[in-house]
């Protein structure tokens, strides 16, 4: 009897969610439903230490009835350089990210800001990373709310994929949409969450003001969280309990809301503890759909980085980066500098209006008259000078990286040639307070300078006083980390690592909680998988190791070559 209910209820199931797929165009896998599927889960920013911190405070009750039950296995890895999801992302899904510095940078040459969160910018990003890599990992899926999309069949939310094609296509937004409508239980949950979220933000606010507690104040950033958190994870969770009904092989799927408040607040404050309720609540439910659907499924939770508690550099010390560099190269040399996290002060908003400039030309003629009216309305001369002038240094934060470019030449200048340019730059910079590490180029070799010593990365190590990188767990991995990042051509000419004192971070965005350099918990992301995978991550030191991996768990041996080389026989 109970045999017979269980069929009746999965087939009523079925049904439900077979109808809404064939409603919005969205193609079946078929019937291979013996083959399980699998799920990707991944809990943006939330690293290893902290994960066991937030399972220990009873954050994340699902989460730890899976590992406590266990059926599920827990383990460290290494992220690489930078710690940021772009990088991340591009290595987890096509094994290749050797391109990319982090979330923001310059393109030196043509003076153009790339921003990973501007979809033109993604979308070419993506396009550049398919031709030098191998098959995208979720080719035969889904994915949402992700920065690529591992060129899966159906991408909503995912950044590289908001174009005039998928806004309108049934995998897109509209269908996300059209699909909570038709559950209208969910609209219901929805709201409720967003209203709360917005109680949250507020009483934090309320909070940090009667204690003095530190707090970057947004004016809309309550909406912004509300909207991340709530709204993306509830359409994200309904879209992949779809797809697993529709027996879709592969589903990947990221929830921002802790990388968001974290920035906002601090990686363990109790604002962004609380949002990793709501994301596990969206686990659970995901699991126990799982139960119910035809084809079995794996479910694979991960971060694809960490976050380390930070201060930002302008309130440690009273200014930005940029008037400090100012005040040694002089007022004859004009300094700009873009934090994302600044957007809307005059400073910054000649690159707001070019982020909205260039999304506004893949946009629909009506939305994109919306974001016109919006470019005039924030937009009005404000002094801006083109950054290849010659002579000019932009400063691209990237929290706790800093990239600078000094224009006139279009390639990147040695440290030399930066000395004898702007002479007392580099020793300035390396003696402040806020800054850890200096990386440069000296020929075909990479320097490293902190306060304490000097290394030189070439053949060999060459080391003068004590070793920059021995302040760090694991120096001998994150040399060639550091050697990559420091010879990649779109780095800056100088690169700047934040200082780590007493477990935080000098950010140079306006951040409470930092990732993307080294220091902390921001280089070890963990990863759960079923217990009955034979799995052994120490051997990954960088996100393109874990491509051969998901490969083989998912199944797609095709996309293996000699990268799985890289991992022990018979252990992923």
């Excluded at 799920?39 to 994960?51: C, K, S, T, W």
């Excluded at 404050?269 to 439910?285: K, Q, V």
């Excluded at 300035?428 to 000097?454: F, N, Q, T, W, Y």
């Amino acid at each position: 009897m109970a045999s017979r209910l269980r069929d009746l209820i999965r087939r009523f199931l079925e049904i439900r969610y077979l109808i809404l797929a064939r409603l919005f165009g969205v193609q079946l896998a078929g019937h291979e439903h013996d083959l399980p599927g699998s799920v990707i889960i991944q809990v943006d920013a939330l690293g290893y230490q902290n994960l066991l911190t937030v399972l220990d405070r009873g954050y994340m009750p699902h989460l730890k009835a899976m590992l406590g039950h266990q059926e599920y296995s827990l383990q460290r890895w290494r992220c690489g350089l930078p710690s940021d999801t772009p990088p991340v992302q591009s290595g987890i899904m096509y094994g290749y990210n050797q391109d990319m510095v982090g979330f923001y940078w310059m393109d030196k040459a043509t003076g153009r800001r790339i921003n990973c969160a501007n979809p033109p910018h993604a979308k070419a990003l993506e396009e550049n990373i398919a031709r030098h890599s191998r098959p995208g990992v979720l080719s035969q899926g889904s994915c949402y709310a992700t920065i690529f999309s591992g060129n899966a069949k159906k991408a909503v939310f995912t950044v590289s994929c908001l174009d005039s094609y998928h806004l309108h296509n049934a995998y897109g937004l509209t269908g996300a949409f059209l699909f909570v409508l038709f559950k209208p239980q969910l609209i219901l949950t929805t709201t409720a969450h967003f209203l709360w979220d917005l109680v949250q933000e507020t009483a934090d606010r309320v909070a940090s003001v009667i204690t003095g507690r530190l707090r970057r104040r947004e004016g809309l950033f309550p909406i912004t969280r509300a909207v991340i958190n709530v709204v993306f994870r509830e359409v994200a969770t309904a879209g992949v309990i779809m797809d697993m009904f529709c027996g879709l092989p592969i589903i990947y799927v990221s929830y921002l809301g802790y990388d968001t408040v974290g920035h906002h607040s601090g990686p363990l404050s109790r604002n962004a503890l609380r949002t990793l309720r709501g994301i596990d609540r969206a686990i659970g439910r995901i699991k126990a759909n799982a139960s119910w659907c035809r084809r079995p499924y794996n479910l694979y939770v991960l971060s694809d980085h960490g976050m380390t508690p930070s201060i930002p550099f302008q309130m440690a010390y009273g200014q930005p980066l940029s008037s400090f560099i100012a005040s040694i190269v002089g007022e004859t040399v004009a300094v700009d500098e873009y934090d994302a996290d600044r957007y809307m002060g005059r400073e910054q908003l000649s690159p707001l209006n070019q982020d909205l400039e260039e999304i506004e030309r893949h946009l629909p003629r009506g939305v994109a008259g919306i974001f016109r009216r919006i470019r005039t309305a924030l937009y009005r001369s404000d002094g801006y000078h083109s950054p290849t002038e010659s002579g000019r240094i932009s400063v691209i934060d990237c929290s706790p990286i800093a990239h600078i470019y000094i224009h006139g030449i279009p390639r990147r200048l040695q440290l030399a040639e930066v000395e004898n340019l702007h002479p007392g730059l580099i020793a300035a910079l390396v003696s402040h307070p806020g800054v850890g590490l200096l990386m440069g180029l000296e020929g075909d070799e990479v320097a490293i300078i902190s306060k304490e010593g000097r290394a030189i990365l070439g053949q060999k190590t060459l080391v003068t006083g004590e070793d920059p990188l021995n302040q760090f767990e694991e120096p001998e991995v994150i040399i060639e980390e550091v050697r990559r990042l420091a010879m990649t051509p779109m780095s800056g000419d100088l690169i700047l690592f934040g200082a780590v004192r007493g477990g935080q971070i000098v950010c140079f965005q306006s951040q409470l909680g930092a990732h993307g350099s080294l220091g902390g918990d921001q280089s070890y992301p963990f990863f759960i998988h079923p217990s009955g995978a034979d799995l052994y991550l120490q051997s990954v030191t960088t996100a393109a190791d874990m491509y051969p991996i998901l490969c083989r768990l998912t199944g797609m041996e095709a996309g293996i070559d000699t990268a799985a080389k890289k991992v022990p026989a018979g252990k992923g």
